[in-house]
Structures are given as structure tokens and as C-alpha cells.
């Protein structure tokens, strides 16, 4: 539903034990974020930035709150069912690509389209590949890959199935400063033409700013 949030989440918290002692990374987090809205979240390293991203995507489990993803509370379902939910709603980019390494270039982004059902998955893998400018490595595996064009095999992985929500983890984190500006550049690209729901964090103010709308996280809470 078009007026129904893509990502809701309400009072969100996560402790964990820290030697004995409770340490909170996230408190009373509440957001959502609507159809077709790209949101950045910023803040400090250790801010709890990626710790948020992983409850998002149902990785991670909160010790407080809800987190709702297309009007499912993720905490209604099992690890199972939470894992079903990832494969038809969401699409992720890493700052590490977390590419299979035994799998190619091709392979790694038939992979969610087989899961999300698709009868023509070498097909589409194919098309997306060239959409991306990697149509001539299609057999090749992950560690013959530069950073940049391993990156745009996740772009392509996570971007195929046509899901309703796209994560993305400090996607340039681990690539030099022209590479990363080609990356975001086809990112917010694949976005635009996809329509697409993102969800970006990152530390870098410029990208944010590319984002509709941004969240800082400052010591475990949201700052508008």
C-alpha cells in the first residue's frame, strides 16, 4: 500500500553485556520511512548506525521496541520466517560486497533471484550485469574482481529481485575516493529508475545529502 510505511519502527532499543556490565548501543529509536523515500542515517563511528541496519533487516534481534517492515513485525516471525521476509522484501549492499567467493560474478547475483522464485534468473542476472558495466566478467569469481567492480555486482544483486527496500551499510567504505563517487553515482541511479525504498548509512555528510531525508544517530538516540 502506497500510504503504508516500507520501514516502521517504534521505540526501538539493544543492550548487550558488556563483561558482566549492560551497555546500550540504541534508545528509544522511532522513524518510519514511506514508499520511494531514500533516508540516510549518520553519525560517529560506534554511533550504532550499523547495529540499527541490522535490526532493520531482522539480523539482529532488539532488546525493546517494534520494527515493522511492509506492515510485518518482524518480531511476530521466526528466524525462518524473518529469513523469507529478507528474501522477498529486501536488497543489502556491504562495505565489505560480502559477494560468495566461490560463486561468479553471474552466480552471485542468480542467487536472491532464485530465491525470490524467478524462472528466469541466468537471464536477468545477465541484463543486470551489463546494467552495470559487467558484462564482459560474468564467469569471473569475487577475488578476481577490483573493489569497485565487486561492488557492482552487489549493486546488481541487491537491485535484481526488485525489492521494495534496499539497505545499504557504508557502500564505499572499503573503495578509494573516484571509485566510490562512480559507485553511489550508480547507486542512487539503480535507485531512481527502480523506485525503490532506500535506507543508506553512512558517515560521509555529501551522501547524505543526496538522500530525500537524514537521521543522526548521536549516543544510541536519534537527533533530528
Known amino acids: 500500500m502506497a500510504d503504508q510505511p516500507v520501514v516502521n519502527v517504534e521505540k526501538l532499543g539493544k543492550t548487550v553485556d ?7 548501543i540504541l534508545q528509544e529509536i522511532s522513524f518510519s520511512v514511506m514508499p520511494g523515500e531514500s533516508v540516510a542515517i549518520v553519525g560517529a563511528s560506534g554511533s550504532g548506525k550499523s547495529t540499527l541496519l541490522g535490526l532493520l ?13 511492509d506492515g510485518v513485525a518482524l518480531a511476530d516471525l521466526d528466524e525462518d520466517a524473518r529469513a523469507q521476509a529478507r528474501a522477498r522484501l529486501l536488497g543489502f549492499v556491504f562495505q565489505n560486497f560480502q559477494l560468495l ?15 525470490a522464485g524467478s524462472g528466469r534468473s541466468t537471464v536477468a542476472a545477465k541484463a543486470w550485469l551489463e546494467r552495470v558495466g559487467l558484462g564482459h566478467r560474468l564467469g569471473h569469481y569475487p577475488k578476481h574482481l577490483s573493489g569497485g567492480e565487486q561492488q557492482r555486482v552487489a549493486l546488481a544483486r541487491a ?3 526488485e525489492p ?7 557502500p564505499t567504505g572499503n573503495l578509494d575516493a573516484d ?17 525503490t525504498t532506500l535506507v543508506l548509512v ?3 555528510e555529501q551522501i547524505a545529502r543526496r538522500c530525500g531525508r537524514t537521521l543522526r544517530i548521536q549516543g544510541g538516540r536519534l537527533h533530528d
Open 202 to 204: 553512512t558517515h560521509d
Open 159 to 161: 537491485f535484481a529481485p
Open 18 to 24: 558488556n563483561g558482566g556490565a549492560e551497555l546500550c
Open 164 to 170: 521494495r527496500l534496499v539497505l545499504a551499510d557504508e
Open 101 to 115: 567467493p566461490s560463486l561468479t560474478a553471474l552466480e552471485n547475483v542468480q542467487l536472491p533471484l532464485e530465491l
Open 179 to 195: 571509485t566510490g563517487a562512480q559507485i553511489i553515482d550508480l547507486m542512487f541511479d539503480l535507485n531512481a529508475r527502480q523506485g
Open 57 to 69: 533487516a531482522g539480523l539482529d534481534v532488539p532488546s525493546s521496541g517494534s520494527v515493522r517492515l
